[in-house]
């Protein structure tokens, strides 16, 4: 054999450390992001009766309950829309972040069989959750739309932020997601709370309730929460229960890069002990 012919030996070691994200490998790696992507999206929906219903189900049962229970029983305020489609329209952003932070947080915990036998950039599998999840997401804006049409309720120019929105959206689960994940593989208590901590974040988001219930100085700390400002926002521009909140949106903005620019530095500094702990 010629010295020509011997193919290249590729070394690969952990390291440690605090260390940047490699695009260029991410690149390489991108046939293998797109199949995790249609591979979560097919265990979702595969051998279901309902399939791709389930992300109409879970808003629309849930603004159901919202409707019955904080529109009619506790009277909770509304803006002046209709509590169903005020419910509903926050309940859309909310679902892709809760449902991201769910499933992301486990992402690593149910491929561990594929951590420990072959290499690849561990960050493909909590962003093709993100991926995955945003065909939910759009499928469940495409129900609102119905539903602002039913009640006749035209949105306003404010729709031309919704792509910001939904970047502050992605940004803010992804930076959770990341640093729960790369949390849930050492500690396996974080997945099992996962349920429970969601459900309680809810309360702190505007979903059921305005953000103009919160008064005088807890508005500030509010505010930090960057959900806040997404679900407000997509209220202002479809719904046009008040003017476009930017206040909260930069705010929020803001805390959304922080989060995941913490969460991708946790996450990449943990990353060489997945293999071991998996």
């Excluded at 953000?211 to 479809?238: C, D």
Aim: one cysteine or more; charged letters at 10%; glycine letters at 8%.
């Amino acid at each position: 054999m010629k010295q020509d012919d011997v193919l290249p030996t590729v070394v690969i070691e952990p390291h440690s450390g605090w260390r940047g994200v490699d695009w260029k490998e991410l690149n390489e790696y991108r046939d293998l992001l797109w199949f995790m992507i249609w591979r979560n999206i097919k265990v979702r929906y595969a051998q279901s009766a309902i399939g791709i219903g389930w992300a109409i189900i879970q808003p629309v049962a849930s603004m159901i309950v919202f409707t019955v229970v904080f529109g009619r029983l506790v009277g909770v305020e509304s803006d002046g829309a209709p509590y169903s489609v005020f419910a509903f329209v926050a309940l859309v952003p909310w679902t892709y972040f809760s449902n991201c932070l769910t499933e992301g947080t486990a992402s690593m915990v149910s491929n561990a069989h594929m951590i420990s036998k072959i290499y690849f950039p561990r960050l493909i599998m909590p962003i093709a959750i993100l991926g995955a999840r945003m065909v939910d997401f759009f499928i469940a804006f495409i129900i609102l739309l119905v539903l602002l049409a039913w009640y006749g309720v035209v949105p306003n120019s404010g729709v031309l932020v919704l792509p910001l929105l939904v970047v502050i959206m992605a940004l803010s689960a992804a930076g959770l997601g990341l640093a729960l994940t790369a949390l849930a593989i050492q500690y396996r208590d974080i997945n099992h709370g996962m349920g429970f901590a969601v459900q309680l974040l809810m309360y702190a988001a505007p979903v059921v309730y305005p953000a103009s219930m919160v008064k005088g100085g807890w508005q500030y700390l509010y505010a930090l929460n960057p959900m806040v400002g997404v679900i407000e926002g997509f209220r202002a521009a479809l719904l046009s229960t008040r003017a476009m909140p930017w206040g909260l949106i930069v705010t929020g903005g803001i805390v959304a890069a922080l989060i995941f620019a913490a969460g991708l530095m946790y996450f990449r500094r943990k990353e060489h002990v997945f293999a071991d702990v998996a």
